[in-house]
């Protein structure tokens, strides 16, 4: 998504990288971003 608004001409901040990880452990998984955690 990051690449096709740029690719467009949108003024997008955030950069192309991944900007969230999963992670499994045994109680299942939990999901973290950068930019919405606090």
């Not at 003024?11 to 955690?37: C, F, P, R």
Request: aromatic residues 14%.
């Amino acid at each position: 998504m990051s690449e096709f608004l740029i690719a467009n001409g949108f003024n997008y901040k955030m950069s192309v990288e991944k900007a969230y990880s999963t992670d499994s452990n045994m109680l299942g998984a939990t999901h973290e971003a950068k930019d919405l955690e606090f």
